[in-house]
């Protein structure tokens, strides 16, 4: 939790775009030469489909129809649905002054099983929000609202269970980075809600406060290291007769970017995290502090004009349903492949192995993967096609699983 918020205040304190490797000079991003490029760039008309004044506006729509084989993570007799994803997504940028502006994102649809009606659900993608940047001098100061309902439960493989596991995050914030050329200095904080919207395992509601900082130094221009430091405070909802423990986190580590080549790009953040679970009247619950290492690790890397990948690699320390801790570590692979004219390939690959401690210790290992295949219909209808193979095997044996998903998707820009 706190050490993915301590990567993103890394992001900030990298300098937010990639320096190139034989990059002689270096444009601090909080200037306002860079702030009015970057207004330039953003309210560019080509990339939006209507400009009213200085308000532009981009809109797409979409459907999809999908079978999931196991809609219910079970570990024996799976049931299967066909599911229809109408969704609609909205981009608006609003200069509010020369160097100032507001964006408003949002993706948003509707899942509709064929079978399960039960299981109907709306949707908010990630990444859907409000954002206002601030230029001031050297500083950028960033208000954001980001807000997500999501539904697919092997997205958290602690979740498990028959039901819809829904679930509604809302985040509130500010960050503010201080761009001094050669050192940048980052802080912020995030307020969050979490709400469960399911009918299956509810976790309880949930209110988290979320302090980062972070300091960077580029000792070359294609090299940053820094440190970075943070905590938080997560207050559960009391309601069922059980005392959840409320928990404190804190994270201090470091992190560093290299540049190495025009095509290569590695980030690496790592450190010490340590949860402290509240008391709690419970007897199935653990309020023992639980600490130990984080780290995050990824590469991109563009071979040639026919393949580029991504690779990560990550260990955290985290907070599972009930305010209860679990560790899990994670690779992930994703190339991407242009080798027929017009379509493009994608085959994502992941492992994740965790530890969780809610009732009893349980460790599990999740593996997935998956085939993406898109094309441009149009200049302006696209199509995706895409198979997705999750599998969960667990030291509780009523908590393995295997999906499959296949699914069609359009989307038509206006």
């Known amino acids: 939790m706190v050490y993915r918020l301590l990567i993103l205040c890394g992001l900030l304190a990298l300098g937010l775009e990639p320096s190139h490797g034989q990059e002689a000079t270096r444009l601090s991003l909080a200037g306002a030469a860079a702030a009015e490029a970057n207004h330039q760039a953003a309210a560019t008309i080509g990339y939006y489909n209507l400009r009213l004044g200085d308000l532009a506006l981009r809109f797409t729509s979409g459907t999809g129809v999908a079978y999931n084989d196991n809609i219910h993570l079970s570990s024996s007799h799976p049931e299967g649905d066909v599911i229809l994803t109408p969704n609609l ?86 960050g503010v980075t201080w761009d001094l050329n050669q050192v940048v200095l980052s802080a912020g904080y995030d307020h969050g809600n979490y709400m469960s919207l399911g009918s299956g395992l509810r976790a309880p509601d949930s209110a988290t406060d979320n302090l980062f900082l972070s300091a960077g130094v580029h000792v070359r221009p294609e090299l940053t290291v820094g440190v970075e430091a943070g905590g938080s405070s997560v207050t559960y909802s009391q309601s069922g007769g059980t005392a959840y423990p409320d928990t404190k986190q804190w994270s201090v580590g470091g992190f560093g970017r290299w540049q190495v080549s025009q095509y290569i790009n590695t980030e690496l953040h790592a450190g010490y995290t340590e949860l402290l679970p509240g008391n709690t009247t419970s007897t199935n619950l653990s309020t023992a502090p639980s600490g130990g290492l984080y780290f995050g ?36 692979l994703t190339p991407n492949w242009k080798f027929i004219h017009d379509y493009t390939f994608s085959t994502p690959f992941w492992w994740t192995h965790g530890t969780q401690f809610y009732f009893q210790a349980n460790t599990y290992d999740q593996y997935g993967g998956g085939l993406n295949v898109g094309r441009q219909i149009t200049e302006k209808l696209s199509s995706s096609l895409s198979y997705q193979y999750i599998q969960e095997t667990s030291d509780q044996a009523g908590l393995n699983y295997t999906v499959n998903i296949i699914s069609l998707n359009f989307a038509y820009r206006f």
Do not use: C, K
Request: proline content about 3%.
């Open 89 to 174: 997504n909205m981009a608006i940028h609003l200069p509010v002054t020369q160097n100032n502006s507001l964006d408003l994102t949002v993706g948003a649809g509707y899942s509709i099983y064929t079978t399960h009606s039960d299981m109907n659900q709306f949707f908010i993608n990630p990444g859907s929000g409000l954002f206002y940047n601030i230029y001031v001098g050297d500083f950028v100061i960033n208000l954001h609202e980001r807000v997500s309902i999501t539904e697919n439960g092997y997205q958290n493989p602690t979740v498990n269970g028959g039901g819809n596991n829904a679930s509604l995050n809302n985040t509130v914030g500010v």
């Open 297 to 332: 690790f990824s590469l991109s890397h563009r071979v040639n004009e026919w393949l580029d990948y991504t690779f990560s690699a990550d260990r955290s320390q985290d907070l599972q349903n009930y305010g209860q801790p679990y560790t899990t570590d994670t690779v992930r």
